[in-house]
T-cell receptor, first 109, second 116 residues
């Protein structure tokens, strides 16, 4: 069965410091991986997906199939990055998502 | 466009009561989903509807039923609420069927349900 693991429940960083959110998955096939973000009092929304290979709001994530990881990184954290971040895995054409438990990021000035 | 809307925003039920959570989307998406969000567990899929007229179980379907009323609307029913169903419920939609699972999901604002 597929699984998504986000080992950090809470990540506290200073503004301007690098931030890395870890995500590991278990799936033997070709996965689709996503990062979703939920800012305070806002809806859950897509941050980025591995297939796009894009940088959104300064965040990047690289799929490492050897390590089955999809870590999210940003070189310089901003206060507006404070939010709950979810890593999600899709393994079928119906688009069902398997979410990790989430990592709360707090950026302090 | 309102995107995905959910009603109600908040609800308190007594154990054994029933209720229906409503969800509608105006993006002409084929697929719709219901998730529950619990602390430390992320979001877990309850039911999904890949297209109008079809529904299927997700990871945690027990105690719930769904109806895909038409392409726009997907409701979630609790027939006999239990305290374990206290949670935040999110509806989402996507064009995943069209894009073979590769489309993003658009989420509603959520319904906070408390069962006492």
């Amino acid at each position: 069965a597929q699984r998504v693991t986000q080992p950090e429940k809470l990540l506290s960083v200073f503004k301007g410091a690098p931030v890395e959110l870890k995500c590991n998955y278990s799936y033997s096939g070709s996965p689709e991986l996503f990062w979703y973000v939920q800012y305070s009092r806002q809806r859950l929304q897509l941050l980025l997906r591995h297939i796009s290979r894009e940088s959104i709001k300064g965040f990047t994530a690289d799929l490492n199939k050897g390590e089955t990881s999809f870590h999210l990184k940003k070189p310089f954290a901003q206060e507006e990055d404070s939010a709950m971040y979810y890593c999600a895995l899709s393994t079928d054409s119906w688009g069902k998502l398997q979410f990790g438990a989430g990592t709360q990021v707090v950026v302090t000035p | 466009n309102a995107g995905v809307t959910q009603t109600p925003k908040f609800q308190v039920l007594k154990t054994g009561q029933s209720m229906t959570l409503q969800c509608a989307q105006d993006m002409n998406h084929n697929s719709m989903y219901w998730y529950r969000q619990d602390p430390g567990m992320g979001l877990r899929l309850i039911y999904y509807s890949a297209s109008e007229g079809t529904t299927d179980k997700g990871e945690v379907p027990n105690g719930y039923n769904v109806s895909r009323l038409n392409k726009r609307e997907f409701s979630l029913r609790l027939e006999s609420a239990a305290p374990s169903q206290t949670s935040v419920y999110f509806c989402a939609s996507s064009d995943s069927l069209l894009r073979q699972g590769r489309d993003e999901q658009y989420f509603g604002p959520g319904t906070r349900l408390t069962v006492t």
